[in-house]
Nanobody
Framework: QVQVVESGGGLVQPGDSLRLSCATS????????MGWDRQAPGKERELVAT??????HYADSVKGRFTISRDSTNNTVYLVLNSLKPEDTAVYYC???????????WGQGTQVTVSS
């Protein structure tokens, strides 16, 4: 099994930045795919950013502001959120895949609140 734990969320003001972390453990030696979703109150869950063999993709609403990356030495995934807006308020969920197109292992989420 693979365990995924997100951290780094919090309450910030519009225009601020955050870095979310996604620590993995268990039976995972290499991350072949990774991504972040988010779910705002009363809204459907939406894809924010993904990276896999086909490349890196971002939702139009976050392009140019958010960046997904990884540290392969410890199988940790990051999402840097810049120029945050109130509409970015949501619970952010991370997933990783051990194999291309394999099962997605999800974390429990971390809350990001953007408010003045």
């Amino acid at each position: 099994q693979v365990q995924v734990v997100e951290s780094g969320g919090g309450l910030v003001q519009p225009g601020d930045s955050l870095r979310l972390s996604c620590a993995t453990s268990g039976r995972i030696s290499t991350i072949h795919g990774m991504g972040w979703d988010r779910q705002a109150p009363g809204k459907e869950r939406e894809l924010v950013a993904t990276e896999d063999v086909s490349g890196t993709h971002y939702a139009d609403s976050v392009k140019g502001r958010f960046t997904i990356s990884r540290d392969s030495t410890n199988n940790t995934v990051y999402l840097v959120l810049n120029s945050l807006k109130p509409e970015d308020t949501a619970v952010y969920y991370c997933y990783v895949q051990r194999f291309p197109a394999g099962i997605k292992y999800w974390g429990q989420g971390t809350q990001v609140t953007v408010s003045s």
